[in-house]
């Protein structure tokens, strides 16, 4: 798996940012016709956690397979992922599949798990750990939790610990640590839920915890540069 995948600026249309999704198919479908969204010429970044929480989760794990959708991995894919195909201690299976279903995973059992498992499987290679597009003479990254100080590192820290803070991390946003992250314009995240989208730095938080809330965040690429 690539940790980074870049992308060209989008010389045809418009560059859309989405918060976590968690199965939450229709308000996504009904924010992309607010913008009028055109699948033909617009691109839509997700900042990960398609899954989960949300009944429409199976809808949503068929996002990257689309050609105007670039996601990152969430942690939430990654339950997903330990739960039904793992690479972990033998005997560890049982545990991992509780876990992700106490984390919202109980959509999954009303589906073939075998189905699940497989477009999953499929899914996750169109789901690196980050992305970078340009925008307006300028580049924005993409992970789902958090990054590393410098987004140089970034290709650096193909190892579990760092993988981990890009799906799980959340000390920058509990510290209010407003340092910008270097080498990058903007950073867009998801992961802690905000009640309005918070920047702190370049770090720009975006998951405003649709499935609790109804309030999917779907905000133009331009409006992070400032």
Not at 94 to 113: F, P, Q, T
């Amino acid at each position: 798996m690539t940790m980074i995948e870049k992308h060209d600026a989008n010389t045809g249309g418009r560059d859309f940012l989405v918060g976590d999704i968690h199965g939450q198919y229709d308000l996504l479908m009904a924010a992309m016709a607010r913008v009028e969204f055109d699948k033909t010429r617009d691109r839509l970044f997700s900042v990960g956690d398609l899954i989960d929480r949300g009944a429409q989760s199976f809808d949503c794990l068929s996002l990257p397979f689309e050609p105007w959708f670039f996601g990152v991995r969430g942690n939430h894919e990654m339950l997903a992922h330990d739960a039904l195909i793992g690479d972990g201690a033998p005997g560890d299976d049982w545990l991992k599949h509780e876990l992700w279903m106490n984390n919202g995973g109980i959509w999954a059992l009303s589906e073939n798990l075998k189905e699940v498992k497989v477009i999953l499987g499929e899914a996750l290679r169109y789901l690196p750990y980050a992305r970078e597009l340009r925008v307006a003479g300028k580049r924005i990254g993409i992970v789902h939790a958090e990054p590393p100080g410098d987004w140089q590192l970034l290709e650096l820290e193909d190892h579990p610990a760092g993988r981990e803070r890009l799906v799980w991390g959340r000390s920058r946003i509990k510290e209010g640590d407003a340092t910008p992250v270097a080498s990058i314009d903007a950073v867009v995240v998801g992961h802690t839920i905000v009640g309005a989208t918070t920047t702190l730095g370049n770090v720009h938080y975006i998951d405003t915890g649709a499935f609790v809330t109804g309030n999917l965040t779907l905000i133009d690429a331009r409006e992070v540069l400032g």
